[in-house]
């Protein structure tokens, strides 16, 4: 019998298929033992591929299965693998090795004139991170064919260890919208539910074999059946495959600067409205839309949704499931893979923000009772400074590689000191890299050109920024208020926690305020202020955010559809009365009735 279990929506779009459940022992056991061997790991990196290929193929998408097809062969590539034991026998662990070989050569590629050539480098360097995951100990046990994935959880590192492709949908018995792994999931167009109370027990009756859903991310509902009733093999379209573009020769060189921002510098951080689709209101009123990237790889399709820019590149994914951290060449090949993607179009890089929700074996510090609370974000920079210092430099680095301005983002920012403590950070970075460029013999990394002076912005998501954000602005270039964890921590309610899900809604009037205040306090010091958390993209919420005065909203690739046409219904002098009422009405609720009429008006 089909038992169908309401849940929360959390991530659009239908799919069905086999379930398979998820279980924390299932989960990334990354104990670095080192004792299979780059060939035995590539082998098994190729196997997966292989396997994974063939699933595909057998469900009809022949170009997705070529793309495998051909990276399995790049797994037991001799060249790799050959650059990748010479760095090993050189004394780098062998992870690192496989990353850095493959970075190496994805480099050389990517700086192809033929662009077919150049695009390859994308595979070179997913399939070298592949390997490096089987050495890392870090392959995550996933599914066998492509599934429903249910469970209590799933950490936000299982979206990015099970391979694409695998997930067909997710629903949890937990969670919320806002978790980190529906973030991370509606990034990669994989549907979502949370808060499907009841589910694992109507799963359990049926028997993990036997078991079929579909899941409904739209709507919010998950059926469980057997395969007969529920219907399987109806997969929803997949995301169109990201090419990178070519490196374009890069040609200035400027010097690193010190100091405070001054206004030339604040107006250079204004949101670019050059190139991408037009987000606008009705009345004309342009607002930047940008794009949530989770992925190197996902810049790709952020530029062909005509994003401006990237408003968030959430780089825990170059981090997460993993024994060590990643090498600075690894990184620096990262970020510069985006930054080709966009060309000359802003691309915002947000500092590891790694602890809370997304553990990591490698840095010092015990396990903590309420890791929310604890050393995450910018707080890392005091105890374990080594990784942000290195992520800062990489950054540095390849904007370098590009000729570009870098802008980075501190999250988790609570205090003026973290502020300061950024800024210093970057300069550290940026000297170190500028003297390489000059031509340091001691450069391990030397770079082409001086980098730019990079663009520092603050994260204003812990309640305590938006409070000294007339401050705060004075310090930075830019400010991006997170809705997710703003709302985490004002209205004190676990992001995770599906029994608090009334009280999880950036629309609620106290957020609105704090949201106010840094808009006000922006704009006095007369630098851009953007959203980046959730409510962005979600059209009542956008309504709300530009009613408030943001000057850029950054969502889901997958929103902007929506949002978009949101804007292009309502008048900015409608939105700021919005905006005026929301922020003395009662309750999220109201608020979100009130830009709900605002919508049904046109
Ligand atoms: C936020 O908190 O709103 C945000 C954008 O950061 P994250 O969701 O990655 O914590
Ligand atoms: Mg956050």
Wanted: proline share 6%; charged share 20%; hydrophobic share 50%.
């Amino acid at each position: 019998m089909t038992r169908r279990v309401p849940a929360i929506a959390a991530a659009p779009g239908r799919a069905s298929g086999p379930v398979w459940t998820f279980e924390p022992s299932r989960g990334s056991h990354p104990d670095g033992s080192g004792e299979i061997s780059v060939q035995d790991a590539a082998a098994r990196a190729a196997a997966t591929l292989d396997v994974l290929g063939a699933h595909l193929r057998a469900a009809g998408r022949v170009d997705e299965a070529a793309i495998l097809d051909a990276q399995a062969l790049i797994a037991t590539d001799p060249a790799l693998l050959g650059a990748a034991r010479d760095l090993a026998d050189a004394g780098a662990p062998q992870a690192d090795a496989v990353r850095d070989a493959a970075a190496g050569i994805a480099g050389r590629i990517a700086a192809s004139a033929n662009p077919r050539t150049a695009a390859r480098s994308s595979d070179i360097l997913d399939v070298g991170d592949r390997i490096a995951r089987v050495l890392d100990g870090a392959a995550f046990d996933g599914p066998a064919r492509p599934s429903v994935v249910v469970g209590r959880d799933l950490p936000p590192s299982a979206v990015v260890e099970i391979p694409a492709g695998m997930i067909l949908a997710i629903a949890l018995e937990e969670g919320s919208p806002t978790a980190h792994v529906a973030i991370l999931a509606r990034a990669l167009g994989i549907p979502v539910v949370v808060a499907a109370s009841g589910l694992l027990g109507a799963v359990a009756a049926l028997g993990e074999d036997g078991a079929f859903a579909e899941v409904d991310g739209t709507e919010g509902w998950i059926a469980v059946g057997s395969g007969a009733e529920v219907g399987s093999g109806r997969v929803r379209a997949t995301r169109a495959r990201p090419v990178d573009a070519g490196e374009r020769a890069a040609v200035r060189v400027t010097g690193a600067r010190t100091g405070r921002p001054d206004p030339a510098r604040s107006a250079a951080a204004a949101p670019s409205h050059r190139g991408g689709g037009t987000c606008a209101t009705a009345d004309g009123a342009r607002i930047g839309l940008y794009a949530n990237i989770g992925r190197p790889q996902d810049a790709a399709a952020a530029l062909a949704a005509g994003a401006e820019g990237i408003g968030l590149f959430r780089t825990e994914s170059l981090f997460l499931g993993r024994a060590s951290a990643p090498s600075e060449e690894s990184q620096r090949a990262a970020y510069r893979r985006v930054l080709a993607t966009m060309g000359d179009r802003p691309v915002v890089l947000r500092l590891a923000d790694l602890g809370g929700d997304r553990p990591v074996p490698y840095l010092s510090g015990q396990a903590e009772v309420n890791p929310g609370l604890g050393v995450r974000g910018i707080r890392l920079a005091r105890r374990d400074r080594w990784l942000h210092a290195a992520q800062l430099r990489a950054i540095a680095q390849a904007a370098a590689d590009r000729d570009v301005t870098a802008r980075v983002l501190a999250p988790m920012v609570a205090t003026l000191d973290d502020a300061d403590l950024f800024r210093e950070m970057c300069e550290e970075a940026w000297s170190a890299v500028a003297a390489e460029a000059a031509g340091s013999a001691a450069a391990t990394m030397p770079s082409s050109h001086v980098p730019r002076p990079p663009l520092l912005g603050a994260m204003v998501e812990v309640p305590a920024a938006a409070l000294v954000a007339d401050q705060l602005a004075r310090r930075v270039d830019y400010l991006s208020v997170g809705t997710n964890d703003l709302t985490q921590y004002a209205l004190a309610a676990d992001r995770g926690v599906a029994a608090l899900a009334r009280l999880q809604d950036a629309l609620d009037p106290a957020i609105l305020r704090l949201v106010r205040m840094t808009v006000e306090a922006g704009a006095a010091a007369g630098i851009p202020v953007g959203a980046c958390g959730e409510l962005a993209g979600d059209p009542e919420g956008a309504l709300v955010l530009v009613g408030l005065g943001v000057d850029s909203l950054s969502t889901e690739p997958m929103s902007f559809g929506r949002i978009r046409a949101a804007l292009a219904a309502a008048r900015m002098s409608d939105l700021r009365s919005l905006a005026e009422s929301a922020l003395r009405a009662p309750s999220a609720t109201a608020v979100r009735g009130l830009a709900s009429e605002v919508r049904r008006a046109r």
